[in-house]
T-cell receptor
Framework: DAKTTQPNSMESNEEEPVHLPCNHS???????IHWYRQLPSQGPEYVIH???SNVNNRMASLAIAEDRKSSTLILHRATLRDAAVYYC??????????????FGKGTRLSVIA | DVKVTQSSRYLVKRTGEKVFLECVQD?????MFWYRQDPGLGLRLIYF???????EKGDIPEGYSVSREKKERFSLILESASTNQTSMYLC?????????????FGPGTRLLVL
């Protein structure tokens, strides 16, 4: 799987939007972009994923650059419960499906009240 | 909702003990995984299994073994626990991870080896 680069940490004020960047300059045409997050003292949980088009769900939005070399996870209104480590992961759609996701170190998001 | 449960949230063992960490999933998933997580090192894959009685080594299998006798259960075994195996252990399961499949994680077991 291609490599991703994320900032180690970010900070946001409560109720403001948060843009979490991810660079993946070596992404291949068949790589999906996945985002997971890990709340304190819990296992990671799925947030969102996409291939080329921007995606929205109840948790977040995913904006994918036109060249797909970067993406941004958008939390529209950060709450204290959004404080977590956010992981950006690439997954090849042609993969057999049996190999696991590879987690990097992610971005630790702090939310200030 | 998918549920992945782990037998203990916290565990304290002594050096040299044999330790069993159990993981059960209730969604008939084919794949199951064991990771450990340490500060500054992120999640590292220990072993995974894509079918009953099948197992594959991950990045750091040394000192561990696994067992998958039933589809819903995946056990991680520390044959002789050592202090450097003190860590948070996370189990996960999924259907085959094509494009959009999600990997579901348990709450983790925090193991302390004295």
């Amino acid at each position: 799987d291609a490599k991703t680069t994320q900032p180690n940490s970010m900070e946001s004020n409560e109720e403001e939007p948060v843009h979490l960047p991810c660079n993946h300059s070596t992404i291949s045409g068949t790589d999906y972009i996945h985002w997971y997050r890990q709340l304190p003292s819990q296992g990671p949980e799925y947030v969102i994923h996409g291939l080329t088009s921007n995606v929205n769900n109840r948790m977040a939005s995913l904006a994918i650059a036109e060249d797909r070399k970067s993406s941004t996870l958008i939390l529209h209104r950060a709450t204290l419960r959004d404080a977590a480590v956010y992981y950006c992961i690439l997954r090849d759609v042609d993969d057999s499906g049996n190999t696991p996701l590879v987690f990097g170190k992610g971005t630790r998001l702090s939310v200030i009240a | 909702d998918v549920k992945v449960t782990q037998s203990s949230r916290y565990l304290v063992k002594r050096t040299g003990e044999k330790v069993f960490l159990e993981c059960v999933q209730d969604m008939d998933h084919e794949n199951m995984f064991w990771y450990r997580q340490d500060p500054g090192l992120g999640l590292r894959l220990i072993y995974f299994s894509y079918d009953v009685k099948m197992k594959e080594k991950g990045d750091i299998p040394e000192g561990y073994s696994v067992s998958r006798e039933k589809k819903e259960r995946f056990s991680l075994i520390l044959e002789s626990a050592s202090t450097n195996q003190t860590s948070m252990y996370l189990c996960a399961s999924s259907q085959p991870l094509h494009s959009g499949e999600t990997q579901y994680f348990g709450p983790g077991t925090r193991l302390l080896v004295l």
